[in-house]
T-cell receptor, first 110, second 115 residues
Framework: TQLLEQSPQFLSIQEGENLTVYCNSS?????LQWYRQEPGEGPVLLVT?????EVKKLKRLTFQFGDARKDSSLHITAAQTGDTGLYLC??????????FGAGTRLFVKA | GAGVSQTPSNKVTEKGKYVELRCDPI?????LYWYRQSLGQGPEFLIY????????DSGLPNDRFFAVRPEGSVSTLKIQRTERGDSAVYLC?????????????FGPGTRLTVL
C-alpha cells in the first residue's frame, strides 16, 4: 500500500476544460508538496502547503490542503497544452526522506 | 545559473556489470538526494547526503548499491552486479539546506537499461 494515493492515474482532456486531481493518505502530514514532471526532465516544485484548509493559487492552478492535513487536491482551470505532464504529490516523513505518490499523468489535447 | 546536471543521460549495460552514475549539484547546495523512478511510478528515495556524509541511506535496496560524495559536491551512485530490475531513471536533487526544509532541485536523470 502506497503512503500517498493519487487519482486519477491518467487523465486526457481537451484544451479549455477544468480538472481536479487528488492526493490522499490515511496519515497526517505537517506539509505536502506538488510537483510537475515533463518527459525527460526531473520533477519541478509547484507549491508547498502547510496549514490545514490552506488554499494556494498559482495562475490557473489552485492547490488545497485538507482540513485534517491528510489529503490535497490540485484544480486546473481552462487547461492548456502546456499543462501536460506528470503531477506528483510528495511529503517529508520526518527528517530527510521525501515520499512521492505515483502521480497523475495529464494530457491536454489541442 | 547552472542547474543540477547528471551524466550520462543514458546508460545501457549488461546484466552483471558495474555502473557509475554521476550527479553535479547546484553550487553551494549542501544537501544532495538520489532517487529511482520506475516506469509509471513516482521517484523513490534512495539516499540523502548532508555535506560529505550519508545522513540517511535507508532507501538503498541492497548492498549492490552504494553512493559517495567525497568533497561535499559531486556525488556518484555505484551499482554492482546490475540486474534487469535495476532498470529505471535515476534522479539526483540538491537543496540549499537539508532536513526536508529546503526546496529540492532535480536533475534530468540518468536512464539506466540493464539487458
Amino acid at each position: 500500500t502506497q503512503l500517498l494515493e493519487q487519482s486519477p492515474q491518467f487523465l486526457s482532456i481537451q484544451e479549455g476544460e477544468n480538472l481536479t486531481v487528488y492526493c490522499n493518505s490515511s496519515s497526517v502530514f505537517s506539509s505536502l508538496q506538488w510537483y510537475r514532471q515533463e518527459p525527460g526532465e526531473g520533477p519541478v516544485l509547484l507549491v508547498t502547503v502547510v496549514t490545514g484548509g490552506e488554499v494556494k493559487k498559482l495562475k490557473r492552478l489552485t492547490f488545497q490542503f485538507g482540513d485534517a492535513r491528510k489529503d490535497s487536491s490540485l484544480h486546473i482551470t481552462a487547461a492548456q497544452t502546456g499543462d501536460t505532464g506528470l503531477y506528483l504529490c510528495a511529503v517529508n516523513t520526518g527528517g530527510f526522506k521525501t515520499i512521492f505518490g505515483a502521480g497523475t499523468r495529464l494530457f491536454v489535447k489541442a | 545559473g547552472a542547474g543540477v546536471s547528471q551524466t550520462p543521460s543514458n546508460k545501457v549495460t549488461e546484466k552483471g556489470k558495474y555502473v557509475e552514475l554521476r550527479c553535479d549539484p547546484i553550487s553551494g547546495h549542501t544537501a544532495l538526494y538520489w532517487y529511482r523512478q520506475s516506469l509509471g511510478q513516482g521517484p523513490e528515495f534512495l539516499i540523502y547526503f548532508q555535506g560529505t556524509g550519508a545522513a540517511d541511506d535507508s532507501g538503498l535496496p541492497n548492498d549492490r548499491f552504494f553512493a559517495v560524495r567525497p568533497e561535499g559536491s559531486v556525488s556518484t551512485l555505484k551499482i554492482q552486479r546490475t540486474e534487469r530490475g535495476d532498470s529505471a531513471v535515476y534522479l539526483c536533487a540538491s537543496s540549499l539546506r537539508g532536513g526536508g526544509g529546503g526546496t529540492q532541485y532535480f536533475g534530468p536523470g540518468t536512464r539506466l537499461t540493464v539487458l
